[in-house]
């Protein structure tokens, strides 16, 4: 499915909270943003109603973070979105959709975190809030937060692409930053809750610091490896050694190597949809392109 099979409206917003909430449905519709899965609509000053609008996953993705978010958000020490209604499918909207809390803030790929220190501990907070193990039946990643060994070939062909389009300075230092990653001993401690998907454009900063944490539609059980790497990714230069000093418990070598790894890839993907951005084509995001390159040079200056 196309972004442009499903045109969402303020009008088909209001109608679908009328019918199914209509308690709500006296307050002002707007535009809030428009994501790779959902669009945003602001409802009001606190709310915002979130709709799948592109990808075939979006509706399970939805589903999943009404099932578990509002379990996870009480220990959590940064503003999250917390679904407060869902929507089911109808005639006119043939797919479910949420309703949760407004977080306000800008998105760090837009208004990056300048307090690093700050942030620093204020993530490793959040992830050692979040880092508890999982239950039985908590839900499996989508290529994230299992084994770098499984996600390798994928790895290969974006590194591949970025040289390709001369986004990348040194290929052989990335590369042997992967292989080293892949090299480290598996995680060996029960899954625990990841957020899976910790980029600039899903964090929030208020006048520089980082004040919130969005889009819970990649939570999993796993390896916390895949969310350490948002320490390259996030965190200005020079406050990598403050996050893994502040975050319990202290992730060991084997643990940082995966983490690098994961970070390589999350690299690689902003930097190829900065560079679709840049190019005009579909699903690019010009701001993921200079934080991308940023975390690129952190990581291959890492020995």
Known sequence: MSHDELEITAELVRDLVLEQHPDLADRPVRLGARGWDNQLWRLGDDLAVRLPWAT?????????????????A????????????????????????????????????RAPITSGADAAESLAAF??????PAP???????????????????????????????LIDDLDAVAAAWDDAVAAPAWSGPPVWIHADL????????????SGVIDFGD??????????????????????????????????????????????GRALAGLIIGDNGVRGEPGGQPTWGPPARASLHRLIATR
Do not use: M
């Open 136 to 166: 039985d039946g908590a839900p499996v990643g989508r290529g994230r937060g299992g084994r770098l060994a499984d996600v390798a070939d994928g790895f290969a062909r974006s590194l591949t692409f970025a040289a390709e389009r001369g």
């Open 74 to 109: 009480p220990r959590l020490p940064l503003a999250v979105p917390v679904p407060q209604r869902i929507g089911e499918p109808t005639a006119r909207f043939p797919r479910p959709w949420l309703i949760t809390n407004w977080v306000p803030g800008t998105p760090a790929d």
């Open 219 to 264: 939570l999993c059980a796993g390896d916390p490896a895949c969310d350490l790497a948002a320490a390259w990714i996030l965190l200005p230069d020079g406050d990598r050694d403050r996050f893994h000093a502040a975050y319990r418990p202290a992730p060991d070598a084997a643990t940082l190597r995966r983490a690098r790894g994961w970070a390589l």
């Open 199 to 210: 980029h600039p454009a899903n964090v929030l900063t208020t006048g520089g610091v980082l």
């Open 56 to 72: 075939g996953d979006a509706d399970t993705l939805l589903r999943k973070e009404h099932a578990w978010v509002p379990v996870l």
């Open 127 to 132: 992830l050692a809030a979040l880092h508890q």
